[in-house]
């Protein structure tokens, strides 16, 4: 019998070593066009900040699909969790998180085991800006929304999956330099 299966691709992110910033898909596309650059830096006065820093800034998703729904996003234009490629943005994805966590304690959340942080994976964003949704209770989180959140799936990756990914892809691109490294100075 014949094997008339078509080959199943291995799941591979390629990572650029240079920074994406502007949005891809579109040339037209600018800083002043996106609705998180507008918040995270002031513009958009109608939205609450809860927490900001040089680098971020933390407010309510406006169509929660949970009691507690926040993002965090760079004041940077960052297209998505897929433009990530470098050692410091691994570390960024962990201040994302850190500042998720904060608003969490802030707003007296005190189960961490109960909560989900996390990224969606292109193409299944809605805005094209960097942003960790932080979700707290979990267990809580609503029936028609639940699909949105399933970590580990080809819609939405958890922060500690992300931040590992990163470091493997990292370790490489690493590896990869040093084997250049190595030939060339054969």
Known sequence: ??????????????????????????????????????????INESTEILKKDAELVCFRDIIPAAPHHYLVVTRLHIVSCRSLCTEEHVDLVERMAEMGRCVLKDNNVTDPKDVRMGFHWPPYISIPHLHLHVLAPASQISEHMAHKYLPCTDRFTTEDCLRARLKSALGVVQQRRTYQIQYCCC
């Open 1 to 42: 019998m014949e094997d008339d299966s078509i080959p199943v691709q291995q799941d591979t992110i390629v990572y650029s070593e240079q920074q994406h910033t502007d949005y891809d898909e579109n040339d037209d596309f600018n800083d002043d066009d996106c609705v998180f650059c507008m918040i995270a830096n002031g």
